[in-house]
């Protein structure tokens, strides 16, 4: 699914680079633990907010059923997992990413997962494309 790094294309007199900022390097950088079961969730879920931005506005209805399918699980048990994932990643992960990509919540109490979910998909949105003239 997430062939390449780093891809080029040409666009009018200038060159735009597309940085692929991969969910698990998110994911990676603010310290969440591949050992939890939340973090699978949470990476699926990335994923899919990630190639279709509009889900993240609607995840009860949206991605939580796709990711309850493709893990076979309930939805109390995907919520508790990624609570549970955010809980530690936030008690324990690297506090200065945190601090970088979810600002006034790492001062405050942990974020829910619609925001959780959201600010990362949109940290990786936000960081996907450069422009530079040529």
Not at 31 to 42: C, E, F, L, N, R
Not at 110 to 126: A, D, H, N, V
Request: net charge positive.
């Amino acid at each position: 699914m997430y062939e390449s790094f780093l891809t080029l294309h040409l666009f009018k007199g200038g060159l735009i680079v597309y940085a692929n900022l991969l969910p698990a390097d998110v994911l990676r950088e603010i310290g969440m633990q591949p050992k939890y079961k939340g973090y699978a969730y949470v990476l699926f879920i990335l994923q899919q907010t990630e190639a279709h931005p509009e889900l993240m506005y609607n995840l009860s209805k949206g991605v939580y059923p796709m990711t309850m399918r493709r893990f076979c699980i309930s939805r109390q048990n995907l919520e508790r997992n990624i609570r549970f994932a955010i809980k530690r990643t936030w008690e324990t992960g690297n506090k200065r990413a945190i601090r970088k990509i979810f600002g006034p919540y790492a001062l405050q109490d942990r974020p829910s997962i619609t925001e959780f979910i959201t600010i990362l998909t949109e940290c990786m949105i936000c960081k996907r494309t450069k422009v530079r003239r040529a």
